[in-house]
Nanobody, 130 residues
């Protein structure tokens, strides 16, 4: 089993920055893909919209809505993934979830699909004011 603990959420002004962290513990050696999803306030509780993902080898995938503004990175030695969010917009307001997968399907369509991920964090709130 793998446990994911997120941190770093909070309040930012439009144009500002925040950095999220997600630390994995347990059987973390089994993790290949790690990702961030988010759920906007108007979405259903179970909704998860893809933000970005990173493979163990460092290859990354981004949703068009965050490309050029968000950066995902990964420290395999620390079993931690980071999300640097710059040029934040009010529409980035959401609960952000870290996710981990024991598989490495190496396609955008697979990595952006929530069903690919076996492990999820509890979520951290990000609020961007205009």
């Amino acid at each position: 089993q793998v446990q994911l603990i997120e941190s770093g959420g909070g309040l930012a002004q439009a144009g500002g920055s925040l950095r999220l962290s997600c630390a994995a513990s347990g059987r973390s050696f089994s993790i290949y893909g790690m990702a961030w999803f988010r759920r906007a306030p108007v979405k259903a509780r179970e909704a998860r919209d893809f933000v970005t993902a990173i493979r163990r080898n460092g290859n990354t995938y981004y949703a068009n809505s965050v490309k050029g503004r968000f950066t995902i990175s990964r420290d395999n030695a620390k079993d931690t993934v980071y999300l640097q969010m710059n040029s934040l917009k009010p529409e980035d307001t959401a609960v952000y979830y870290c996710a981990a997968s024991p598989r490495d399907p190496y396609t955008y369509s697979a990595y952006s699909n929530p069903v690919q991920y076996d492990y999820w964090g509890q979520g951290t709130q990000v609020t961007v004011s205009s």
